[in-house]
């Protein structure tokens, strides 16, 4: 399994302002993965993070808006950047272990984003 | 295209049995997983399946894939007041990309 902690859990925020998510897991993992879950709403992909290369932003997402570094195999992290209400949000970090047939996907706490 | 649906609401007496079901519309998914969100907290795995594997049991959970109907189930047997949260039914896409659709989750409340 991995163990997985985001930073900060929860925070209030300006609009216009950003706010960089953390995410570190205990163990080394090829991908990362970031997902929103909007209030009241089901989760939504919003990039994978892969070490020593580009993120890749899924559809209605930019690089622009959720900034993603990945600057080694244990640590990421997302920035939402010129928060708008509607950026208020659970953000969640998640990684998958992957060994022979198994494949778990194991999410962080989530940190709970509201957008002033 | 891609789709998981699940139906929002379960409400079920302690110590019964839930069910809670699952369709998706990619055949081609490998791996389907169950999460359970409690208030206020992150996801937690539950269990999954291989889509070669039609059962898994694992202690109150079982879980039925019928590949034909694109039909997920996840069975707690003896269910407790501690179970009530939102559980997430979630489809992995083929290939390595580890992408995971998600339903909207269905809320299961458990009463005396």
């Known amino acids: 399994s991995a163990v997985i902690s985001q930073k900060p859990s929860r925070d209030i925020c300006q609009r216009g302002t950003s706010l960089t998510i953390q995410c570190q897991v205990d163990?080394?993992?090829?991908?990362m993965f970031w997902y929103r879950q909007q209030p009241g709403q089901s989760l939504t992909l919003i990039a994978t993070?892969?070490?020593?290369?580009?993120?890749?932003?899924e559809s209605g997402f930019v690089i622009d808006k959720f900034p993603i570094s990945r600057p080694n195999l244990t640590f990421s992290t997302l920035t939402v950047s010129n928060m708008s209400p509607e950026d208020s949000s659970i953000y969640l970090c998640?990684?998958?272990?992957?060994?022979?047939?198994?494949?778990?996907?194991?999410f962080g706490p989530g940190t709970r984003l509201t957008v002033l | 295209g891609e789709d998981v649906e699940q139906s929002l609401f379960l409400s079920v007496r302690e110590g019964d049995s839930s069910v809670i079901n699952c369709t998706y519309t990619d055949s081609s998914s490998t791996y389907l997983y169950w999460y359970k969100q409690e208030p206020g907290a992150g996801l937690q795995l539950l269990t999954y399946?291989?889509?070669?594997?039609d059962m898994k049991q694992d202690q109150r959970l079982t879980v039925l894939l019928n590949k034909k109907d694109k039909h997920l189930s996840l069975r707690i047997a003896d269910t407790q007041t501690g179970d009530s949260a939102i559980y997430f039914c979630?489809?992995?896409?083929?290939?390595?990309?580890?992408?995971?659709?998600f339903g909207a989750g269905t809320r299961l409340a458990v009463h005396p």
């Open positions: 993070a892969n070490q020593g290369s580009e993120a890749t932003y």
């Open positions: 399946i291989f889509s070669n594997m």
């Open positions: 979630a489809e992995k896409q083929p290939g390595g990309y580890n992408k995971l659709i």
């Open positions: 163990s080394q993992v090829t991908m």
């Open positions: 998640s990684v998958g272990v992957v060994f022979k047939y198994n494949n778990e996907q194991f």
